[in-house]
């Protein structure tokens, strides 16, 4: 029996434990005089998020309890039985009975995976309690009566984020698993995870930068964004890649990718075996990559308007010197799709149909139903963001990288607070999470406009209802062919969102449904065998119908784009070398633009 275990094999005394907590006391000391030092020393700011804000929020759901009492008195009697069958459980369990769980958690709910929380029924009674508790708590606000869906949505997503925090499982004395470590380790595990809050702290400048990744494990240009290409064209927006063929032989059309510039676009060129871009080259195309510049003040009046114009028309000229092409197959993924079909209207009023055709990854173009960003978008916090922008003329990366981490807290946030700060474990080489920590800046103008004219008044899908390069912007005007790609679980843009797309445009659109979300249901590989994907071929103009009809396919829907691209993608010719026609080579790839504003390790 060793001095952490009794006979039975319960946790005991440990006097590592006890001679560590001097330790512990010390690294908390230096936590909190780091923390205090720092004026700024903070959570990271949320985009639009003002506390004072949603207390006229909470007021109204308190309005509508008061003004609906019977149905707060039966919410509480719900409650009460709950926990009442709760504790009748546990005296069952006492004497050797198995009732059934009053409450299990919810599907792909990682947080109480470790077998104490079942058969230990002390701890087992504190999760049924938190997920009784919380069910009451978000129900109650979900079947409240006479608030509109706006504030009901933010009132939700406000209150998972507090249910969420208030999890046993972010606690030492709550969480078997980290006792059991705490135990083992005599206390070692809570010494290095304040260790790792100091050096998340002094990687935030202040503010808790919470580490998802191993940073060292990765290098952009070495085995992230590694597929061998060369820059042929920038200007104050992009640089444009022109990645080297891998086949002898190439489809006669180019393919543009314009990615988000939310973040950057190597999303498109993780590794090998998950990289789009290196199997869309296996696939015989000659690919060109928009890699959007990490803005800073210099680029803060840059409008909606010069990314469209120094985006991709600008880049449409480039791959035309670059391969004598006129025409050229385009990807948008996310705002990058968005910005697509504003570019795609502009071009149809201009006649200009150098765009052969048009694939959306994931992207709206009608925000009626945006998904849970939509939580930070209304007049007051767009008015509190313009002013937090204008203080530097552009959004801070790490805001928007709280925004979206917020929208999976659990998975993103807590998850990472469990490992790294109260067991005390570094956190897993993950080539994903490393590019979703390196976010990017937003300018000024872009992204008010962005947020004001499309996401929160939805201009984009009236007739002229935008306005870009003197262009009233008509989506009816776009008679492209389009393969339009959504995912299945997609909480950024969700597929109901997405699909709104298709009655917008007037050219033969193919909708697509992808297991998976916003990122796995874009990047999913034939190789790796994950997920299905869902057509259906008569492309219905309602989603129910379009439902009812879809054919459900195992794995990647890659190939499915490959043979409906393939048909629009001309002959085969020679493969073309980045510089070799009318275009000077200026660096390999990644480039520069991608690698500005690294997050530190």
């Given at each position: 029996m060793t001095s952490r275990e009794n006979g039975s094999g319960q946790m005991g005394y440990s006097p590592e434990l006890a001679e560590n907590l001097g330790e512990i006391a010390m690294e908390y000391q230096k936590l909190l005089t780091q923390f205090l030092k720092k004026p700024q020393a903070s959570a990271p700011d949320v985009p639009g998020l003002d506390p004072s804000k949603m207390a006229d929020a909470w007021v109204e759901l308190a309005s509508s309890w008061m003004h609906n009492p019977s149905k707060v008195i039966e919410a509480q009697l719900e409650l009460w039985r709950d926990l009442m069958v709760l504790w009748q459980n546990?005296?069952?369990?006492?004497?050797?009975?198995?009732?059934?769980?009053?409450?299990?958690?919810?599907?792909?709910?990682?947080?109480?995976?470790?077998?104490?929380?079942?058969?230990?029924?002390?701890?087992?009674?504190?999760?049924?309690?938190?997920?009784?508790?919380?069910?009451?708590?978000?129900?109650?606000?979900?079947?409240a009566e006479g608030l509109d869906e706006r504030t009901r949505k933010k009132l939700e997503f406000f209150s998972k984020q507090f249910v969420d925090a208030m999890s046993p499982t972010n606690f030492v004395l709550t969480n078997p698993e980290v006792l059991h470590e705490t135990f083992e380790t005599g206390g070692e595990n809570?010494?290095?995870?304040?260790?790792?809050?100091?050096?998340?702290?002094?990687?935030?400048?202040?503010?808790?930068?919470?580490?998802?990744?191993?940073?060292?494990?990765?290098?952009?240009?070495?085995?992230?964004?590694?597929?061998?290409?060369?820059?042929?064209?920038?200007?104050?927006?992009?640089?444009?890649?022109?990645?080297?063929?891998?086949?002898?032989?190439?489809f006669k059309t180019p393919l543009m990718i314009m990615p988000p510039w939310i973040n950057k676009f190597y999303i498109l060129?993780?590794?090998?075996?998950?990289?789009?871009?290196?199997?869309?080259?296996?696939?015989?195309?000659?690919?060109?990559?928009?890699?959007?510049?990490?803005?800073?003040?210099?680029?803060?009046?840059?409008?909606?308007?010069?990314?469209?114009?120094?985006?991709?028309?600008?880049?449409?000229?480039?791959?035309?010197?670059?391969?004598?092409?006129?025409?050229?197959n385009a990807i948008g993924y996310c705002i990058g799709g968005t910005l697509l079909a504003c570019t795609l209207a502009y071009m149809a009023a201009?006649?200009?149909?150098?765009?052969?055709?048009?694939?959306?990854?994931?992207?709206?173009?009608?925000?009626?139903?945006?998904?849970?960003?939509?939580?930070?978008?209304?007049?007051?916090?767009?008015?509190?963001?313009?002013?937090?922008?204008?203080?530097?003329?552009?959004?801070d990366a790490s805001s928007m990288a709280t925004t979206f981490n917020m929208l999976r807290s659990n998975d993103l946030i807590w998850s990472f607070v469990v490992n790294n700060y109260l067991m005390g474990k570094?956190?897993?080489?993950?080539?994903?999470?490393?590019?979703?920590?390196?976010?990017?800046?937003?300018?000024?103008?872009?992204?008010?406009?962005?947020?004001?004219?499309?996401?929160?008044?939805?201009?984009?899908?009236?007739?002229?209802?935008?306005?870009?390069?003197?262009?009233?912007?008509?989506?009816?005007k776009i008679k492209t062919p389009i393969y339009m790609q959504a995912g299945k679980e997609d909480h950024i843009a969700p597929y109901k969102s997405v699909f709104k797309g298709v009655n917008h445009f007037s050219g033969p659109t193919k909708f697509m449904l992808a297991g998976s979300g916003h990122i796995a249901g874009v990047i999913n590989p034939p190789a790796a065998n994950k997920y299905n994907y869902w057509i259906n071929d008569k492309n219905p103009k309602t989603l129910e119908?379009?439902?009812?009809?879809?054919?459900?396919?195992?794995?990647?829907?890659?190939?499915?784009?490959?043979?409906?691209?393939?048909?629009?993608?001309?002959?085969?010719?020679?493969?073309?070398?980045?510089?070799?026609?009318?275009?000077?080579?200026?660096?390999?790839?990644?480039?520069?633009?991608?690698?500005?504003?690294?997050?530190?390790?």
């Open positions: 546990m005296a069952l369990r006492a004497i050797g009975q198995e009732p059934p769980p009053v409450v299990s958690p919810a599907p792909g709910d990682r947080r109480f995976a470790g077998e104490d929380w079942t058969k230990n029924q002390i701890f087992d009674f504190i999760k049924q309690s938190y997920l009784v508790t919380s069910r009451w708590f978000t129900n109650s606000i979900r079947d809570l010494i290095r995870g304040l260790k790792n809050v100091l050096k998340d702290l002094d990687r935030g400048n202040g503010q808790l930068a919470i580490s998802m990744t191993d940073f060292d494990a990765f290098e952009v240009g070495r085995n992230v964004a590694a597929t061998p290409g060369k820059v042929v064209f920038q200007n104050d927006v992009i640089q444009l890649i022109q990645y080297t063929p891998t086949t002898d032989t190439v060129d993780l590794q090998p075996k998950n990289s789009f871009i290196r199997w869309a080259l296996s696939e015989g195309h000659t690919v060109f990559v928009l890699s959007w510049v990490n803005p800073d003040e210099h680029q803060a009046m840059k409008t909606f308007e010069d990314y469209m114009f120094e985006g991709p028309l600008a880049a449409l000229d480039a791959i035309e010197k670059a391969t004598g092409e006129r025409k050229v201009k006649e200009d149909d150098r765009i052969n055709s048009a694939t959306f990854f994931t992207a709206q173009v009608d925000f009626t139903e945006a998904g849970d960003l939509s939580v930070f978008i209304d007049d007051d916090q767009l008015e509190q963001l313009d002013k937090q922008m204008a203080e530097k003329g552009y959004l570094d956190p897993m080489p993950f080539d994903l999470l490393y590019w979703n920590s390196d976010s990017t800046r937003m300018p000024q103008a872009l992204h008010s406009y962005y947020l004001h004219r499309m996401y929160h008044e939805n201009r984009l899908v009236t007739p002229g209802g935008i306005v870009l390069g003197g262009v009233p912007i008509d989506l009816t119908k379009w439902m009812e009809g879809a054919v459900e396919h195992p794995g990647s829907w890659w190939p499915d784009w490959q043979a409906w691209i393939g048909k629009k993608s001309g002959k085969k010719v020679p493969a073309r070398v980045p510089g070799d026609r009318g275009l000077t080579i200026i660096e390999d790839a990644p480039g520069s633009y991608v690698t500005s504003s690294r997050p530190a390790a």
